[in-house]
């Protein structure tokens, strides 16, 4: 099951209003069998009304993450990490061999 995460949130003042979130920084991860994938991406929120608008200090995860799977295509970015893990299915991954040679040597 993937999991989404906010990164961060960019912000700016517009007439009245402060700390108007503008920009989302958002993460995917997956993981199956051990191996993983991630996806990091960013958009831009459109202008907001006054009358939408919520204080910074009072936004919640979920207030976030609703404009985010209003303005992305979470099944394709989930359907894309799971097509590059099952890429990975019969591959192996492994640390460098000069790395165990630096911590053998300590």
């Given at each position: 099951?993937?999991?989404w995460t906010i990164e961060k949130m960019e912000t700016k003042n517009i007439g009245t209003l402060t700390d108007v979130v503008c920009k989302i920084f958002w993460k995917c991860e997956?993981?199956?069998n051990?191996?993983?994938?991630?996806?990091?991406g960013d958009f831009e929120l459109p202008s907001t009304?006054?009358?939408a608008f919520i204080q910074f200090e009072d936004l919640?995860?979920?207030n976030v993450m609703s404009w985010v799977?209003?303005?992305v295509n979470k099944t394709e970015i989930e359907?894309?990490?799971q097509t590059m893990i099952n890429s990975m299915a019969d591959k192996d991954i492994k640390t460098n061999p000069w790395d165990s040679k630096v911590l053998e040597g300590a």
């Open positions: 099951m993937a999991i997956e993981t199956l051990s191996k993983s994938a991630k996806a990091i009304s006054s009358s919640t995860e979920e799977e209003n303005n359907n894309s990490l």
